[in-house]
């Protein structure tokens, strides 16, 4: 009886007392500057996500009251005049923030978010991802919801100065956290498009107006226009790497396909609002990349022919349909 219970404190001092001194002995020195480093940084990573998630939350907690109303006609024409300082007009990113800006009425006024943060944040909150001197276009693109979000403070001070200092900060706020999609894709056992491109974590959408931005975004890049948008993109700025790649696995065999985005987007979707939609714009886009026959769409020209093709008999879904521009009020 003895004999056991010495046995089972020895047990315990092994595996309880034994490792603390193990740790602290001078041998493990190294292991143990490594052990409090990866603790650290562990801890930082954490607080840092609390505190942007918090900063978010008293964002979302600003009184509709403080923002004013909806944009008049001459504050969204001062927008689109501040969007077009840094954005060619015409371009991909114009008629993107354009499309966000169009839609921004039905899917704010779904979720309750205030429909004139929407609209201003979705016309500027690309404006400078492709327009920045000095700074590699990865670069430019990784941090454009950092610097979008500076330049929207700017744009509203001097082209919607009667706007208060709280809708500053909550068209700045969704701009900041835009960017996506990010995390990883378990069905494609792949981090997502935007933590794949560039390697570093992003805040989530907390308040009402950044998570509708954020979808709005996403919603975007799910159509089968936004397939042809992703292509042509692709195309265009091709590498050695990517030049390499055919049509079928830019569209849907490859590890960074249209395919593979349509479906990191969906994943990511933030509102009811959108994900009732990004399942409809899903399936649409998904049931398009099915029916291609690649061994006849071996061009950017077949692929566009293909689309205009699939839109005859499959309409696009109404949740994203354009039916309201909301141009402003007065």
Known sequence: MKARLLQVLETLFVWTVGPVILFFSPRARRFRRVTLATAALG???WWTGFALWFLGTLVGMIPETSLGGDLTTLE???AVRALHEFVQPGSATDLHSLRMEERALRFASAEGAHVGAVRTAALLHDALKDNLPKVSPKDRYCMHGETGA???IRAIKHRLSDRSVAFS???ADA???HMGPCGFNMDWRDRRHVSKTC???YPTPVSRVSQVVYDLDM???MTVEGVLRLVEQRQATSDEATGKESL???VKTGKDSAWKQVVDAGQTLRTRTGQRCGKELQSDTVGFIKSLDFGRVKSLEDLRGAAAAWRVGHPEPTCWAAQDRGSGTG
């Open 219 to 221: 919603l975007d890049q």
């Open 150 to 152: 500076l330049n929207s």
């Open 175 to 177: 701009i900041f956290r």
């Open 76 to 78: 969204r024409g001062a």
């Open 248 to 250: 079928k696995d830019m």
């Open 43 to 45: 801890a930082t990573a």
């Open 169 to 171: 900060v909550v068209v």
């Open 199 to 201: 390697d570093r974590d």
